[in-house]
């Protein structure tokens, strides 16, 4: 439902409005899970199950890198991880499939999502603003795709390596639960890809005057602090893989507070020619 003059809506034709826009999003979602349940097979095999297998491109390169500083006795480079996934439920696998199916079909329509998100939000800014709609799409949805493959490639295989070869005692021997398995390849990939947004929610932070370059710069010790914690609670509680995973936090808040910059300039010149 379209509206071209928000001054003339109700706070009731709004909520109909955004009633709508959940509407297409859900539909959306419903309609890439169908396609991800169809293929489901596909996901699995080689997208869900692929960082279990030492053959997983992150662990080449690990073991590569670990060899070339002299260190040969390292998991990265083992034949196998010493763990099985079973299921021990009667409606395990079912309830793995569909779920899994729904996350796949969350991230196939991101984009969708956003441009719906952005047509509710649109109307109420003024036209240059509107101008920017498709670079801001194409933008958050890069953004959140670059932060699924890097919680895919790099956070994934670090917690499951980390996790699996974990062990208190040789007496204990890790099975783990399909559910839980999906849910730290699913957390990793999702934190991941919302961690990554960290720029488009300075930039609106910054339009509405919550944030500004100043107050990010004040405070970059503090969020250190917060970019070390967020590391830790994405991944395995081990020192290298929580600075691997802070380092592109870290350049995204840079890049945070130069997009923060440019906001307070071009809201500063249009003050001074609204003055003159």
Known sequence: MAHTNTKEMSFLDHLEDLRWHLIRIT?????????????????????????????????????????????NDTTFCATEFPFKIQSRQMAGQFS???????????????????????????????????????????????LFFLGI?????????LSINFLANYSISPEVSNEFDISSYISTVRSSCLAAGFVFELPIIIYFLTKIGLVTPQIMRKYRKFALVIVLIISAIITP??????VIVAIPILILYQVSIYISKVVVKNQNKKERKTHV
């Open 27 to 71: 539909f959306s979602v419903l309609i890439c899970a169908t396609v991800a349940f169809i293929f489901s097979g596909f996901i699995f095999e080689h997208i869900i199950f692929a960082p279990k297998r030492m053959d997983f491109p992150t662990y080449k390169w690990l073991c590569q890198a670990s060899q070339f500083i002299g260190i």
């Open 237 to 242: 509680p081990d020192l290298a893989s929580q």
């Open 149 to 157: 493959l890097f919680g895919y490639y790099i956070v994934t295989p």
């Open 96 to 142: 793995a499939d569909i779920w899994t199916s729904i996350f796949a079909g969350f991230i196939l329509a991101f984009p969708y999502v956003i441009y719906q998100f952005w047509s509710f939000i649109s109307p109420g800014m003024h036209n240059k603003e509107r101008k920017h709609s498709r670079g801001f799409i194409l933008i958050t949805s890069f």
